[in-house]
């Protein structure tokens, strides 16, 4: 039999894709071959999937058994949130998670002194200057808090935005301020595109060294390396206009934003980063692991095979 002349087709590499689409109101599905939100009037709307990171699925959508694997193919991740994005209730996994980054992962978070290392790293990565010497993980997480609270105070200021704190009520979203809407909005888009680089890579979304206890703890460390040069400024420039839909606005206010500062081509380069800064050496992946967001190309009898 003769080869095809053309090359097989491959996922599209996330540092090229685009960052992040949120779906509402609708049943994602697959027909002809393509992905499409079918809404309730039976209109079609197709959908690259395959050119995304990441789709976030707001409430009223649902999503068919056809599409999940599709998406799954193609190296796009699923991400299921509450009303605005602002709370993320589950996620799927694209494919690519690897055994041998999550265990480097893992074995770095348990190790206290390479945790420590860790940390400091993405301090130093965060705020251009290296940490204060001699602290503890706890003591740098205050020293964070604190910085933070400032640097919104400041853009606040810099914005001319009414500004008392960071807060909103998850369980009531039109309950808080324009300033907080905003805040929580950006920052939903920027955890799903870090979420989506952070499982392509194969590593774990808990496992965490600032965060811990939460199942996105390692993306909460990963976003708040890039938010105040990407996201948080955003937020403060749409709550300084007073939009009548904010949330939209904050959205595609941030799809620019992260194509203007290239941001899914540093996430992966900034985790591998991070981790190296713990001095434990990367394990050599097995033979038979997983690519990274591209799949086998096996035959049913292979070990290994993933359907």
């Known amino acids: 039999m003769s080869q095809p002349i053309l090359p097989p087709l491959k996922p599209i590499p996330i540092k090229d894709r685009l960052s992040v689409l949120f779906i509402e109101k609708g ?4 027909l002809d071959g393509a992905f499409v939100l079918v809404d309730k009037t039976g209109v079609r709307t197709h959908i690259p999937v395959g050119a995304v ?21 193609v190296g796009c991740l699923l991400v299921w949130v509450g009303e605005a994005g602002v709370r993320l209730y589950s996620a799927g996994q694209p494919g690519g998670a690897r055994a041998d980054r ?9 190790d206290d002194a390479a945790r420590l290392k860790v940390v400091r790293k993405m301090y130093a990565m965060r705020f251009k200057e290296e940490p204060p010497a001699r602290r503890s993980v ?17 853009l606040a ?19 808080g301020d324009v300033p907080n809407r905003c805040l929580s909005s950006a920052t939903a888009c920027l955890y799903g ?24 703890s390692f993306v909460y460390d990963i976003a708040d390396m890039f938010k105040f040069e990407t996201v948080v400024p955003v937020a403060f420039r749409i709550a300084s206009k007073h939009p009548s839909q904010p949330e939209r606005k904050v ?14 081509h540093r996430i992966i380069p900034a985790i591998e980063e991070v981790l190296a800064a713990g001095e434990i050496p990367l394990p050599k ?10 799949p086998n190309k096996e035959g049913l009898g292979d070990a290994g095979h993933r359907g």
Not at 53 to 69: D, F, K, Y
Not at 157 to 175: A, I, K
């Open 102 to 110: 999550l265990l480097y992962q893992a074995r770095l978070a348990l």
């Open 251 to 264: 959205r595609l206010a941030c799809r620019d934003a992260f194509r203007q500062t290239r941001l899914l």
């Open 285 to 294: 992946a097995h033979e038979e692991a997983v690519q990274i967001a591209i």
């Open 27 to 30: 049943q994602l599905d697959v």
């Open 138 to 154: 706890e003591q740098l997480r205050g020293i964070e808090g604190s910085r933070v609270r400032k640097m919104y105070e400041l």
């Open 193 to 216: 595109i870090c979420e989506a680089a952070i499982l392509a890579a194969g590593y774990a979304p808990a496992i965490g060294f600032i965060h811990t206890g939460k199942p996105q």
């Open 53 to 73: 990171a990441c789709l976030m699925l707001e409430p009223g959508t649902r999503v068919s058994h056809a599409a999940a694997v599709l998406a799954s193919r």
């Open 157 to 175: 200021q810099q914005y001319r935005v009414p500004w008392n704190h960071r807060n909103y009520d998850h369980s009531e979203w039109g309950s």
